[in-house]
């Protein structure tokens, strides 16, 4: 699956998470995460994901392209989120695929929603404190939402 996402780190997240509201935006989601990320040489990553939402917590893996960039816009593949409970299974496909840990993220995840779009506002609590907005989905949509948002901050 492709993921066609704008993102940039802001200094308010009040701005964008008003104009979402004002627009017909729904909150669907506030979550706790804590996401360690492992990495190999073939350029993917390898993400393990803790989710608390409302004292409910899941636990997903996933994968990802691993292109880092400044650019605003970026295009990956992404597999879909496999739910698990079983660490040690998880960590056993982990290293027979030669993945290795390399970083551990604590942030909060505010998701909002219309049909074709969604938002995703961060705030990231360690290992340093920043807000990072991102929007995703149907490409031409994106595109002139990115636009409009990209005057707020």
Do not use: H
Not at 53 to 60: F, M, Y
Not at 82 to 92: E, G, K, T
């Amino acid at each position: 699956m492709k993921e066609y996402e704008y993102s940039k780190c802001v200094d308010d997240l009040k701005k964008y998470t008003d104009y979402c509201e004002k627009n017909d935006y729904i909150l669907k989601e506030k979550i706790s995460q804590v996401r360690t990320i492992y990495r190999k040489s073939d350029a993917t990553i390898a993400r393990i994901t803790i989710n608390d939402k409302n004292g409910v917590v899941t636990k997903e893996l996933d994968f990802k392209e691993d292109k880092l960039s400044s650019q605003e816009l970026i295009i990956r593949r992404e597999s879909l989120p496999l739910n698990f409970d079983d660490d040690s299974i998880i960590f056993s496909i982990l290293e027979f695929l030669n993945y290795k840990k390399d970083n551990t993220i604590k942030r909060t995840r505010y998701i909002y929603e219309n049909d074709k779009v969604k938002f995703e506002f961060d705030e990231y609590i360690e290992p340093d404190k920043r807000k990072v907005i991102s929007v995703e989905g149907d490409k031409e949509l994106v595109d002139k939402i990115w636009l409009e948002i990209s005057n707020i901050n």
